[in-house]
């Protein structure tokens, strides 16, 4: 599975901006995709992943202001990202797991991208 993200931007506070995920290869081998972010000096964690049944979990920093989807071929992921703050500035990385979803850490996915650069501030 490859994995390519696109979109990130800079953003000023309050702004929208949606993130793409390309998904390639072995597709059907991806139960479980997420969306993770790394911010300076800290841990990649979990923002939102979305299971094959299409059940979505969100971590609670972003829960009701991001959104996760996929297209219809399952080839394109996305994260719709509302009311954005100067903490949700990050490296944001897509990553595809085997298995069903389960926590959103980041040792349960195999597969990731190179990441993209989203940046928010006044």
């Known amino acids: 599975v490859q994995l390519a993200e696109s979109g990130g931007t800079s953003v000023q506070i309050g702004g929208s901006l949606r993130l793409s995920c390309e998904v390639s290869?072995?597709?059907?081998?991806?139960?479980?995709m997420g969306w993770f972010r790394q911010g300076p000096g800290e841990e990649r964690e979990g923002v939102a992943s979305?299971?094959?049944?299409?059940?979505?979990t969100y971590a609670a920093s972003v829960k009701g202001r991001f959104t996760i989807t996929q297209d219809d071929a399952k080839k394109t992921i996305y994260l719709d990202m509302n009311t954005l703050k100067p903490e949700d500035t990050a490296i944001y990385y897509c990553?595809?797991?085997?298995?069903?979803?389960?926590?959103?850490?980041?040792?349960?996915?195999?597969?990731w991208g190179q990441g993209t650069q989203v940046t928010v501030s006044s």
């Open positions: 290869g072995y597709r059907n081998t991806a139960n479980c």
């Open positions: 979305l299971d094959d049944d299409g059940t979505s």
């Open positions: 990553g595809a797991s085997p298995w069903s979803c389960g926590s959103l850490s980041p040792s349960d996915f195999d597969w």
